[in-house]
């Protein structure tokens, strides 16, 4: 059994999840995972054996929980400095990696609840409201200043927690047949060839659960 422990939701529905999964994997950490299905009777009281805030995912590092995407991934890279994969190295890089990390943290709010994340769900457009679209050019925006500051080819030049935090989105643009730029485009598809992105994502397919986001 490993020290750490990830609990998870669903790999096909829990955006939340994926994004410190990756970032853990990138940085070649041994970590176990523990799936709570999310939408359940149970899941309250089965989350609440980790931590009281009740959404996952909930790091368990030794005898500390600690809980919400991003603090995870800033807890490990204090921990485990050796590993490149984390912030950029260059100052000017991280301080761009960080602003685009706390906008993705707290922001695209329309993104989110008109696409949710649904690895398995047949790909095809939808009706975006003005707010979604103004969103989706903003994303497309931030990838571009940040790939050609960096010159690419991940958001800050290597793989790093800015590439984690925006799998998701990547998986929904894909998703939801949204029409992008040949840079953003590209983008997506680095995101989808990406060893532990395609891992998680052949898992995700193979899930039991069916939530309300499949009526989208
Ligand atoms: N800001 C939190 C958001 C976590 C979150 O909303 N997780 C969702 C799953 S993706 C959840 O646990 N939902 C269950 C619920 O709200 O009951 C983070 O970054 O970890």
Not at 59 to 81: K, Y
Not at 88 to 115: D, I, K, N, Y
């Amino acid at each position: 059994m490993a020290d750490m422990i990830l609990v998870i939701g669903n790999r096909n529905y829990s955006s939340w999840s994926l994004r410190p999964w990756l970032a853990m994997k990138a940085n070649g950490l041994v970590f176990d995972e523990l799936l709570i299905p999310l939408d359940t009777p149970d899941f309250p009281r089965q989350v609440a054996a980790y931590g009281a805030a009740g959404r996952v995912p909930i790091l368990v590092d030794g005898g500390m929980t600690v809980w919400d995407s991003l603090a995870i991934v800033e807890h490990l890279a204090e921990r485990f400095p050796d590993r490149s994969h984390w912030w950029p190295q260059q100052p000017r890089l991280r301080s761009h990696a960080r602003a685009t990390v706390a906008e993705m943290h707290s922001g695209f709010a329309a993104v989110r609840s008109e696409m949710p994340m649904n690895l398995k769900r047949a790909h095809g457009a939808i009706e975006l409201s003005p707010a979604a679209r103004r969103e989706v050019a903003r994303i497309e925006a931030v990838w571009g200043e940040a790939l050609a500051i960096s010159g690419g080819p991940w958001l800050y030049g290597d793989f790093s927690i800015a590439d984690a935090f925006y799998a998701p989105v990547a998986t929904r643009f894909a998703t939801y047949a949204v029409s992008l730029g040949e840079a953003a485009h590209a983008y997506v598809e680095r995101i989808h060839a990406h060893p532990d992105f395609a891992a998680w994502h052949a898992a995700a397919l193979e899930e039991p659960w069916a939530l309300a986001a499949d009526a989208i």
